[in-house]
C-alpha cells in the first residue's frame, strides 16, 4: 500500500536539470515542490500521486476519488 497524496501540477521548473525535473504540486494540505524524475513529461494542470516528495503516477478524476 503506497501513502501518497493526490494533487494537481500547478508549475514545472524550467531552471531544474533535466535528470531531476521539479515543479510546484497543489495539494488538499497546500503546495508541495516535487521531483518529476518518474514523470518527466508531466504537464500543468495534470493530476498526480506523490510520495515521498516524488510525483509517482499520474491519475485521472475517477482515480484521485479512490
Same mark, same amino acid.
Given at each position: 500500500?503506497?501513502?501518497g497524496i $493526490?494533487?494537481?501540477?500547478?508549475?514545472?521548473?524550467?531552471?531544474?536539470?533535466?535528470?531531476?525535473p521539479?515543479?510546484?504540486?497543489?495539494?488538499?494540505?497546500?503546495?508541495?515542490? $516535487?521531483?518529476?524524475?518518474?514523470?518527466?513529461?508531466a504537464?500543468?494542470?495534470?493530476?498526480v500521486? $506523490?510520495?515521498?516528495?516524488?510525483?509517482v503516477?499520474r491519475?485521472d478524476d475517477?482515480?484521485?476519488?479512490?
Amino acid at each position: 500500500m503506497c501513502i501518497g497524496i $493526490v494533487g494537481r501540477v500547478v508549475e514545472l521548473d524550467g531552471d531544474a536539470p533535466p535528470a531531476a525535473p521539479t515543479g510546484t504540486v497543489d495539494t488538499e494540505e497546500g503546495r508541495r515542490q $516535487v521531483c518529476f524524475a518518474f514523470l518527466p513529461d508531466a504537464a500543468v494542470g495534470e493530476l498526480v500521486l $506523490v510520495h515521498s516528495g516524488f510525483a509517482v503516477n499520474r491519475l485521472d478524476d475517477r482515480g484521485a476519488e479512490r
